[in-house]
């Protein structure tokens, strides 16, 4: 089964200054969707950003990169210019993109999330 | 208005009551899932749907029912509710491929007491 893991259960980072999220799954799979999610004090989930296995090209949202190493099974989260608004909850998640029938799940798996507050 | 909703967004009850958490979606996509996050845990998966009439199992099912009549819909039942299961509950959709990404309604705060 897949597992993913944020090491950070809490970052800090000054405004308007660059904070890097880490994230590593485990998976022998080699086709799959990673995620990172944002839960502000609203409690709603937004989705932040996107990546695919199969592309090389790290994804970028804005202010929000991600740092993608396939072979290393590591996927940071890098907000640049950060902003009072970025405070909140960010899971990492992990979605199987294979058949059913060849080992894959239609769950998200995700990991426990790292708190981030910004300081003015 | 197009998006995912749940209803009611709180609710306390009675340890022993059926209790019922609804959630709609607009978009017409394929899959749904019902989550409960409590501090310590996450997020942790109670059932999902692949599509109408299909629902399985996921990481916490016990205590709880779900059923997908309609693709649009896709109710969370707690059929004799216990302090245990005092938790805020989030329901999600997804298209399925090609961006498989989930979206959340605005979660359902229970306390069962």
């Known amino acids: 089964a897949q597992t993913v893991t944020q090491s950070q259960p809490e970052m800090s980072v000054q405004e308007a200054e660059t904070v890097t999220l880490s994230c590593t799954y485990d998976?022998?799979?080699?086709?799959?969707?990673l995620f990172w999610y944002k839960q502000p004090p609203s409690r709603q989930m937004i989705l932040v950003i996107r990546?695919?296995?199969?592309?090389?090209q790290n994804a970028t949202e804005n202010r929000f990169s991600v740092n993608f190493q396939k072979a290393a099974k590591s996927f940071s989260l890098k907000i640049s210019d950060s902003q009072l608004g970025d405070a909140a909850m960010y899971f990492c998640a992990y979605r199987s993109v294979s058949l059913i029938t060849q080992g894959g799940s239609e769950k998200l798996v995700f990991g426990k999330g790292t708190k981030l507050t910004v300081n003015p | 208005d197009a998006g995912i909703t749940q209803s009611p967004r709180y609710k306390i009850t009675e340890t022993g009551r059926q209790v019922t958490l609804m959630c709609h979606q607009t978009?017409?996509?394929?899959?749904m899932f019902w989550y409960r996050q409590d501090l310590g845990h996450g997020l942790r998966l109670i059932y999902y749907?692949?599509?109408?009439?299909?629902?399985d199992k996921g990481e916490v099912p016990d205590g709880y029912v779900v059923s997908r009549s309609k693709t649009e819909n896709f109710p969370l039942t707690l059929e004799s509710a216990t302090r245990s299961q005092t938790s805020v509950y989030f329901c999600?959709?997804?298209?399925?491929?090609?961006?498989?990404?989930?979206?959340f309604g605005p979660g359902t705060r229970l306390t069962v007491t």
């Open positions: 999600a959709s997804e298209p399925g491929p090609p961006t498989y990404e989930q979206y």
């Open positions: 978009w017409s996509h394929s899959y």
């Open positions: 998976t022998s799979e080699s086709d799959y969707y």
């Open positions: 749907s692949a599509a109408a009439d299909i629902t």
């Open positions: 990546q695919e296995a199969y592309k090389q």
